[in-house]
């Protein structure tokens, strides 16, 4: 899988002078990712509040409840009409397809990137707090232990991926598209401020 990640195309076909304060939300395209245990669904979660926009969490669409996968085509179908919607905060990554048609498609790029030592902890923490809490963006009766330890292989991979390469990458769709690279927490409160 990580070897098809690394010949995704980044294109800017946006208009110059699109960067900036944020665009009227009616029509706003907010794409939220990055390595897993980052806070990503929560961050999406509170853009969406803030700007008044519906939310698309991509485990939702790809999987079902009890943590069972649908296939490749069901996910790519159900993502491309979530992509179609005039505006949205999607949170996730899916495959490698999916997230370069996001990548394409959103206005606002919010790429989460903390320190490894915070990923691997957030990841434990919402596995201890799982029976009491349900992660938010997760698929109901999703098998958390399963589902733990396929973060942890992801983290360990993560870095074939989620390279200074990829981070130049994206941050040269600037000025076509508002992009975001979160490392703390006042980076996620600089964000939020501009959404009120």
């Known amino acids: 899988m990580t070897a098809g990640l690394r010949t995704l195309q980044f294109t800017n076909n946006r208009p110059e ?3 900036g304060k944020p665009r009227n939300p009616n029509s706003m395209k907010v794409a939220v990712f ?14 969406a509040t803030m700007a008044n926009l519906p939310l698309q969490q991509v485990d939702l669409l790809q999987y079902e409840k009890g943590g069972a996968k649908v296939s490749d085509e069901e996910f790519l179908r159900r993502y491309a009409e979530a992509l179609a919607q005039q505006h949205w905060v999607v949170d996730g ?8 048609a996001m990548l394409r498609a959103a206005d606002v790029l919010v790429y989460i ?6 990923h691997y902890w957030w990841v434990t923490k919402r596995f201890l707090k799982s029976p009491l809490v349900k992660p938010l963006g997760w698929p109901k009766d999703s098998p958390m232990l399963r ?3 396929s973060s942890y292989r992801f983290l360990r991979l993560s870095d074939r991926f989620w390279t200074p390469a990829f981070k130049a ?5 600037r000025p076509g598209k ?4 979160i490392r703390r927490q006042s980076d996620v409160l600089s964000l939020l401020a501009e959404f009120k």
């Open 17 to 19: 002078g699109a960067f």
């Open 34 to 47: 990055g390595k897993p245990g980052g806070g990503k669904s929560t961050l999406a979660q509170q853009i």
């Open 93 to 100: 990554f899916g495959n490698p397809l999916a997230f370069e």
């Open 113 to 118: 990137e903390r320190s490894s030592l915070i």
């Open 147 to 149: 589902s733990t330890i």
């Open 169 to 173: 990458k994206l941050l040269a769709l």
């Open 178 to 181: 508002r992009v975001y690279v």
